[in-house]
Nanobody, 119 residues
Framework: QVQLVESGGGLVQAGGSLRLSCTAS????????MGWYRQAPGKQRELVAS???????NYADSVKGRFTISRENALYTVYLQMNSLKPEDTAVYYC?????????????WGQGTQVTVSS
Protein backbone atom coordinates (compact mmCIF):
# COMPACT_ATOMS: atom_id res chain seq x y z
CA GLN A 1 0.00 0.00 0.00
CA VAL A 2 1.10 3.56 -0.75
CA GLN A 3 0.19 6.64 1.26
CA LEU A 4 0.30 10.10 -0.29
CA VAL A 5 0.38 13.33 1.71
CA GLU A 6 -0.13 16.67 -0.03
CA SER A 7 0.68 20.18 1.12
CA GLY A 8 0.84 23.69 -0.27
CA GLY A 9 -2.73 24.58 -1.15
CA GLY A 10 -4.35 27.85 -0.16
CA LEU A 11 -5.93 31.08 -1.28
CA VAL A 12 -4.24 33.28 -3.86
CA GLN A 13 -5.24 36.16 -6.11
CA ALA A 14 -5.48 35.73 -9.85
CA GLY A 15 -2.04 35.99 -11.43
CA GLY A 16 -0.36 34.64 -8.33
CA SER A 17 1.56 31.43 -7.72
CA LEU A 18 1.37 28.38 -5.49
CA ARG A 19 3.52 25.29 -5.13
CA LEU A 20 2.01 21.94 -4.22
CA SER A 21 4.03 19.07 -2.79
CA CYS A 22 3.19 15.41 -2.35
CA THR A 23 5.27 12.76 -0.64
CA ALA A 24 4.71 9.04 -0.92
CA SER A 25 5.38 6.47 1.78
CA UNK A 26 4.79 2.76 2.23
CA UNK A 27 5.30 0.46 -0.76
CA UNK A 28 7.06 3.15 -2.76
CA UNK A 29 9.10 0.70 -4.86
CA UNK A 30 5.92 0.01 -6.83
CA UNK A 31 5.61 3.62 -7.94
CA UNK A 32 6.57 4.85 -11.39
CA UNK A 33 4.39 7.81 -12.33
CA MET A 34 3.34 10.57 -9.96
CA GLY A 35 1.19 13.58 -10.61
CA TRP A 36 -1.93 15.59 -9.98
CA TYR A 37 -5.62 15.58 -10.75
CA ARG A 38 -8.07 18.29 -9.75
CA GLN A 39 -11.80 18.51 -9.19
CA ALA A 40 -13.78 21.72 -9.22
CA PRO A 41 -17.28 21.94 -7.68
CA GLY A 42 -19.83 20.30 -9.94
CA LYS A 43 -17.20 19.03 -12.37
CA GLN A 44 -15.48 15.73 -13.01
CA ARG A 45 -12.00 15.04 -11.73
CA GLU A 46 -9.49 15.87 -14.45
CA LEU A 47 -5.82 15.23 -15.08
CA VAL A 48 -3.56 18.21 -14.47
CA ALA A 49 -0.03 16.86 -14.92
CA SER A 50 1.92 13.63 -14.73
CA UNK A 51 5.62 12.77 -14.56
CA UNK A 52 7.30 9.40 -14.88
CA UNK A 53 10.26 8.25 -12.81
CA UNK A 54 12.40 9.04 -15.88
CA UNK A 55 11.14 12.60 -16.04
CA UNK A 56 8.69 12.33 -18.95
CA UNK A 57 5.91 14.85 -18.41
CA ASN A 58 2.36 15.30 -19.61
CA TYR A 59 0.10 18.32 -19.03
CA ALA A 60 -3.51 19.22 -19.56
CA ASP A 61 -3.84 21.80 -22.32
CA SER A 62 -5.44 24.23 -19.87
CA VAL A 63 -2.28 24.44 -17.73
CA LYS A 64 0.50 24.18 -20.33
CA GLY A 65 2.92 27.07 -20.04
CA ARG A 66 1.67 28.00 -16.56
CA PHE A 67 2.20 24.86 -14.45
CA THR A 68 5.40 22.85 -14.06
CA ILE A 69 5.59 19.37 -12.58
CA SER A 70 8.82 17.98 -11.13
CA ARG A 71 9.90 15.27 -8.75
CA GLU A 72 12.66 14.09 -6.49
CA ASN A 73 12.81 10.34 -6.94
CA ALA A 74 14.98 9.69 -3.90
CA LEU A 75 12.38 11.42 -1.72
CA TYR A 76 9.34 10.01 -3.57
CA THR A 77 8.11 13.57 -3.76
CA VAL A 78 6.35 15.35 -6.60
CA TYR A 79 5.85 19.09 -6.95
CA LEU A 80 3.45 21.23 -8.94
CA GLN A 81 4.55 24.82 -9.46
CA MET A 82 1.49 26.81 -10.48
CA ASN A 83 2.04 30.28 -11.95
CA SER A 84 -0.33 32.81 -13.53
CA LEU A 85 -3.20 31.25 -11.64
CA LYS A 86 -6.74 31.88 -12.85
CA PRO A 87 -10.07 31.64 -11.01
CA GLU A 88 -10.88 28.59 -13.14
CA ASP A 89 -7.92 26.80 -11.52
CA THR A 90 -9.91 26.74 -8.26
CA ALA A 91 -10.35 23.11 -7.27
CA VAL A 92 -9.30 20.39 -4.88
CA TYR A 93 -5.98 19.06 -6.14
CA TYR A 94 -5.31 15.37 -5.60
CA CYS A 95 -1.92 13.72 -5.72
CA UNK A 96 -1.79 10.41 -7.54
CA UNK A 97 0.85 7.68 -7.87
CA UNK A 98 0.73 4.76 -10.27
CA UNK A 99 2.75 1.74 -11.37
CA UNK A 100 2.58 2.67 -15.04
CA UNK A 101 4.23 5.36 -17.13
CA UNK A 102 1.31 7.74 -16.51
CA UNK A 103 -0.98 8.31 -13.57
CA UNK A 104 -4.47 6.88 -13.85
CA UNK A 105 -7.64 6.79 -11.79
CA UNK A 106 -6.63 3.26 -10.76
CA UNK A 107 -3.58 4.58 -8.91
CA UNK A 108 -3.13 5.63 -5.31
CA TRP A 109 -4.73 8.87 -4.10
CA GLY A 110 -3.91 11.55 -1.58
CA GLN A 111 -6.56 13.25 0.53
CA GLY A 112 -6.59 16.39 -1.58
CA THR A 113 -5.62 20.01 -0.97
CA GLN A 114 -7.80 23.02 -1.73
CA VAL A 115 -6.58 25.69 -4.14
CA THR A 116 -8.71 28.82 -4.37
CA VAL A 117 -7.94 31.61 -6.84
CA SER A 118 -9.81 34.86 -6.31
CA SER A 119 -10.53 37.28 -9.12
Amino acid sequence: QVQLVESGGGLVQAGGSLRLSCTASGSTRSINAMGWYRQAPGKQRELVASISSGGITNYADSVKGRFTISRENALYTVYLQMNSLKPEDTAVYYCNADRGLWITRNGYWGQGTQVTVSS
